[in-house]
């Protein structure tokens, strides 16, 4: 058994990369640390949701700074994500960040948030209630399992 702060650390790691623009598989490790009783459900919660958030003020900051670096071999957007996003983001506004939570979709929105220059407590807030209801109703649906 690796404890309880092993398996939040890892829940950390899986939550903030699914956040960024690598991929994760946070939400199993959610629910597979809730069916074990590895920690209090509200402590999990706490956790995935704060690493979470977290990669997605790392892919806002990145937006911040894309114009610099968006034709670089190693930039982690594609173009087409990026326009994707940004034609969401036209769209929809602010209220398109309550997708990012989306796979496929939400990276890159939170990355073009940044390129928009989307205020960062208005990004942060949104983001963070998107976030915590994802993984709030991954606990929901695993505490019915």
Known sequence: ??????ALWGLAVSAFTSATLL??????VLAALHASRAADPLLLLAVASLANTAGSCVNWLMGVFVTRFRDRRWFPASPDQIARAEAWYARYGLWS???????VIGDPLTVVAGVLRVPFLVFLAIVA????AR????LFLAGLI
């Open 135 to 138: 993984y709030a109703f991954v």
């Open 23 to 28: 991929p994760g598989t946070s939400e199993a």
């Open 97 to 103: 960040l309550l997708l990012s939570w989306v796979p």
């Open 1 to 6: 058994m690796i404890g309880e702060a092993g």
């Open 129 to 132: 209630i998107a976030k915590t």
